[in-house]
């Protein structure tokens, strides 16, 4: 238990000090799309690998599949509602849509957890780490661009950290003990919702502030993740 609080706790911290790096550091749009890419090649991996593989093994195909499109449909819902009501570029649209793509991360991350050594979801701990780092120097960056003080800024990527470890806590605690069909079909549709955010945010950022090197660093990702699923196998 304490191990997988100290997973969630990492994994979430990663969110201010990403706005920390975002307020008063350097961040360049070329190193912001090349981590942003190499942690969602990472993510395709240890999404198949250790959610809905293990799902599908768990339960059967058609709750795995089932669940993965109904995840993706429900992202890529209310992420169109938040573009059209927020704006994508606000403020507030984009620390919505940070969350909306973060809670089914850290949720997946929760029901990975169970019955789980923490070396076996490394892959996936560590790609959302790494995902978080500069989506939230991205946004912070561009909230205080937008006029909101440093100090707002902070404390709005603060709470989005608390808010998803909740996430991940709520993966871990409430689902403990269901049925194996339940628990399968959970995994695959915060699989699915990720797969959508992959495609319409985190991708596109990616190629969009480093397209010469997006490829190179996704292929990392999944070299990384691959070499991590491997050590927690052997």
């Not at 339960?59 to 992202?75: I, K, P, Q, T």
Request: hydrophobic share 60%; aromatic share 6%; with cysteine.
């Amino acid at each position: 238990m304490l191990i997988t609080f100290l997973v969630v706790a990492v994994v979430s911290a990663a969110l201010i000090a990403g706005a920390l790096w975002g307020i008063y550091g350097k961040l360049s749009s070329q190193t912001e799309g090349f981590v942003i890419a190499l942690a969602g090649g990472a993510l395709i991996v240890s999404l198949v690998s250790e959610m809905i593989e293990p799902a599908i093994a768990q339960s059967n195909l058609w709750v795995g599949l089932g669940a993965v499109a109904a995840g993706a449909a429900v992202f890529s819902g209310v992420d169109y509602w938040i573009d059209e009501k927020w704006g994508a570029d606000g403020g507030g649209g984009l620390l919505a849509a940070i969350t909306l793509d973060g809670v089914p991360e850290n949720l997946a991350l929760g029901v990975a957890l169970i019955g789980a050594a923490p070396i076996e979801v490394a892959a996936l701990a560590g790609s959302i780490l790494l995902s978080n780092l500069p989506e939230a120097a991205g946004g912070a960056k561009q909230m205080v661009g937008n006029g909101l003080s440093k100090g707002k800024t902070l404390g709005l990527w603060a709470l989005t950290a608390l808010l998803l470890s909740a996430a991940a806590i709520i993966g871990y605690f409430a689902l403990e003990g269901v049925s194996p069909h339940v628990l399968a079909a959970t995994r695959c549709f915060a699989a699915g919702a990720v797969v959508a955010s992959l495609a319409t945010e985190v991708f596109p950022k990616a190629y969009k502030e480093d397209h010469h090197m997006a490829g190179v660093a996704t292929a990392i990702g999944v070299i990384l993740a691959v070499f991590l699923g491997e050590l927690a196998t052997a």
